[in-house]
């Protein structure tokens, strides 16, 4: 989010802690970018329609979406708990989902845009203990493909691309660091 408004892009910090987003929202002001809080929880589609319609109202436009939610589970797979892959598979998966489908009509409505979808190297490289969070991330490349298959096609276009990295110290690398990399 830095690095964009470092950029100079209009960035609205999404996320399910609401304080963390205006947190990350008012340091990007202080250093001279333009920045607004977004509560944001991925995986529901009231708040990706009512984020959608706020960035309308007051910005217009929609050039970038970055879906970079994610949230891990290292558990064996005879461990993981049917609620838990779920959980880990709707925050990451289809949360992605509903952020395309959310953000599509508005980019589409202007000059087309780009969206970039957070994977992980664990989505392309198996790691004991963490099926769901490597499928989830592998389902998200194969999301993320279609989507790019489908909106070259349109005009204007929308690129939709994959990242991957491998681990990233963050709070939740600090809490999955008894998994295998």
């Known amino acids: 989010a830095s690095l964009l408004a470092g950029?100079?892009?209009?960035?609205?910090?999404?996320?399910v802690n609401e304080a963390g987003a205006r947190a990350t929202a008012d340091d990007i002001?202080?250093?001279?970018?333009?920045?607004?809080?977004?509560?944001?929880?991925?995986?529901?589609?009231?708040?990706?329609?009512a984020a959608m319609r706020d960035i309308e109202t007051h910005?217009?436009?929609?050039?970038?979406?970055?879906?970079?939610?994610?949230?891990?589970?290292?558990?064996s797979i005879a461990?993981?708990?049917?609620?838990?892959?779920?959980?880990?598979m709707a925050v990451n998966v289809e949360g992605p989902l509903l952020g395309m489908r959310a953000a599509v009509p508005l980019m589409l409505r202007d000059a087309g845009g780009s969206i970039?979808?957070?994977?992980?190297?664990?989505g392309l490289k198996a790691a004991a203990s963490a099926g769901a969070y490597?499928?989830?991330?592998?389902?998200?490349?194969?999301?993320?493909?279609?989507?790019?298959l489908e909106y070259a096609k349109h005009s204007p276009v929308i690129r939709v691309n994959a990242v991957a990295p491998a681990g990233v110290k963050t709070p939740m690398w600090s809490a999955t660091a008894g998994a295998e990399s």
């Open 59 to 75: 910005h217009h436009r929609l050039d970038v979406l970055v879906n970079c939610a994610g949230i891990a589970l290292v558990q």
């Open 29 to 49: 002001t202080r250093a001279g970018g333009k920045a607004a809080p977004c509560k944001l929880d991925v995986t529901s589609d009231h708040d990706w329609a």
């Open 79 to 88: 461990d993981t708990t049917l609620d838990a892959w779920r959980r880990v």
């Open 116 to 122: 970039v979808n957070v994977a992980s190297a664990s």
């Open 7 to 15: 950029q100079g892009a209009t960035v609205i910090v999404a996320d």
């Open 134 to 148: 490597c499928a989830s991330k592998a389902a998200l490349v194969m999301l993320t493909r279609t989507a790019a």
